[in-house]
Structures are given as C-alpha cells and as structure tokens.
C-alpha cells in the first residue's frame, strides 16, 4: 500500500478513478479543493481525502478495507499538510454513523443534523468563540440577531438594523468573517461598525468560521453553481449552529432576515431557518428597502461600481460606504 497525491487538474484518469470511488461511498465529488490525496493497493484505489483550505472533505475508504487503519493514516497526512500551510485548527463534516470514528481521532462535535455532523480539531476552537462572544453580552432579554456579510454595508442593511432595533433591547449583528468577497473582512466590519455607530442597542460581532463560512455554508460563495440539495443539507447546518448554539449563548430569541428575491441559495437558506428555528427562535424576514422600484442591494452596489456609475450608488449606501468605494475607484 502507498499514499500519493491525486492531481485532480491534471490526471483525468486518476480523477474519474477517485470520482467513481466517493460515488460508490455514497460521497459527492466536490470541486471545492486544494489538495487531494490517495492510498493504493497496487493501482487500486483503496482510501481518499482531501483539503479545501482549513476543511477536510472526501474522506472515504474502500468498505473490504476497514480493518486496515486507513483513515488515521488519510488524517494523519492531512493534518500534516495543513500544518505545512499554517494551520493549526481545521474542520470536518462527515455523516452521523461515522462521527464516532472521528471521534477516537481527537476530533469534536460542533453541530449534528440527520444528515451532517459538523466537527473540528485544534485552537482557536468553537469554545472559544462563545467565550469572545460572552465578553460582548448585554444582560439583556429580548435579544435579534442579524448575519450579514456586507459587501458593501448598504442603506438597504442599515433598514434591516434599525427595523430590528426598534423591536428588540438588543441586536447582535453578525457580520461575515470570511474573506471571500469584494470588500475584505476587516472593512466589512468596520463599515457596519460605523454605519450603525447611531444605534445604542446594537453589537457588532464576527462570525469567526461559525456562522455562513466555506466551512459551514460554502454552498453561500458559490451561487450561481451551488446545487440546490447540497445547499439545503448545508443551511440547515448552519441553522441547527446558529440555534442550538450560538443564540442560546447570547438569549437571542428572533433573527432578522431580508427577504430574497433574487438569489435561489439565500432563499434556501431562509426557508432552511425558518424550518430550523420551528417554534423555539422566531424567524422575521421583512421586505427589501426600495428607492422607486428598485430593491436596495449590495449586488446592485457592486453592479454599479463596475459601470463607474457614483452618482447612482451615492444614494443606496451610507456615507461612510460610500467613502469606501471612491478609496476602491482610487486604488
């Protein structure tokens, strides 16, 4: 037996071999991918896995070779990849009657659905993060929540906040800590930090990699291609974390959602917390601000931007945003 790396983007033979193989374990391939490798009896496939940034995904091993310690070998090279890269925390899904095995591989649970169980390995952890979050905690009772990622922050998000503002003592607002978008992390965050600055009772907070992130819902950065089912299974995650977890931690009782007219996977997502949540978290979802006909949105910003169009933009964002885009026109 010996372990190699699949070179997924280069050996198309070596790739259909593994894709048939997670087919055949009840897997789908996953396009998501950095780093890939297998263990082989001769040319035989007999065990795979693989990393996408600080995720393992593909984890699967022939069932006539259990008995063989092929996974703490799979796991064991790719803790040490991801090592080499830099990282010393990294997460997994795997399905509900294999979580025990990963388990006895030092790693925890974080969230379970009927389909999904959501675990990781290292530190910072999930502990952690409620610990950062509990500092922030207003002893408050009738708490919101928004999760948004703000790219830009946009009239059409400040609405959304002053909405909930004015129903709740509290609102949390989660905002995205996921550099996968136009406007990086940090400025995100600071944007929302300052365009709600007015608002005594909101909090702003990161969602660190707990909350709409490649690790819980990469299905979110990936829309236009995202399958639908895949994304269900992936929001419904998300929503069973968010709810068993994270609102728990800081008695959130309802979560604030704009409606979605335009993207198939936030529309999931809505419906996949609105279902989560039942009766335990109320689920809002209020319109879309609107100027004339036209819904408020950080798509449209973006869109506009592209087309140089300032004069249009000027009036969707707040003035703090909109100072950001002419520093982006600049660089």
């Known amino acids: 037996m010996n372990v190699r790396r699949i070179w997924l983007d280069r050996d198309f033979a070596a790739k259909q071999q593994w894709s048939d193989f997670l087919i055949n374990a009840d897997l789908i391939p996953d396009d998501?991918?950095?780093?890939?490798?297998g263990i082989y009896?001769?040319?035989k496939l007999i065990g795979t896995g693989s990393i996408f940034r600080?995720?393992?995904k593909c984890i699967a091993i022939d069932s006539s070779y259990q008995n063989e310690n092929l996974l703490s070998q799979i796991i064991q090279s790719l803790r040490e990849r991801l090592q080499e890269i830099g990282y010393q925390h990294y997460f997994l899904y795997t399905k509900p009657k294999t979580s025990k095995l990963f388990r006895s591989l030092g790693f925890?649970?974080?969230?379970?659905t009927a389909e999904l169980v959501f675990m990781e390995q290292g530190f910072p952890d999930f502990e952690d993060y409620l610990v950062e979050l509990k500092k922030h905690?207003?002893?408050?009772?009738h708490n919101a929540a928004i999760v948004m990622n703000a790219n830009p922050f946009t009239n059409g998000h400040l609405y959304l906040v002053t909405e909930a503002a004015k129903c709740a003592e509290t609102v949390y607002i989660f905002v995205l800590s996921e550099d996968r978008s136009l406007f990086d992390a940090t400025t995100r965050f600071e944007l929302v930090k300052e365009g709600t600055s007015h608002l005594s009772n909101v909090v702003v907070l990161p969602t660190r990699e707990y909350m709409v992130s490649s690790a819980t819902f990469p299905s979110y950065f990936l829309k236009?291609?995202?399958?639908?089912?895949?994304?269900?299974v992936q929001a419904v995650l998300d929503a069973t974390l968010f709810k068993e977890k994270i609102a728990s931690a800081l008695s959130i009782s309802t979560r604030f959602v704009g409606e979605e007219p335009f993207s198939e996977v936030t529309e999931i997502y809505n419906q996949a917390m609105k279902k989560t949540f039942g009766s335990e978290l109320k689920l809002v979802i209020l319109p879309r601000k609107r100027i004339g006909e036209e819904v408020v949105s950080a798509t449209r910003v973006r869109g506009l931007?592209?087309?140089e169009d300032y004069a249009a933009i000027q009036p969707l964002v707040p003035p703090k945003t909109f100072e950001e885009i002419l520093k982006q026109k600049n660089k």
């Not at 925890?108 to 379970?112: L, N, S």
């Open 108 to 112: 925890t649970e974080i969230a379970v």
């Open 137 to 141: 905690e207003r002893m408050t009772k």
């Open 54 to 56: 600080n995720i393992l």
């Open 41 to 43: 009896d001769q040319e």
């Open 224 to 232: 236009d291609q995202a399958q639908a089912s895949i994304a269900q």
């Open 32 to 37: 998501q991918l950095d780093y890939t490798i």
């Open 305 to 307: 931007m592209e087309q």
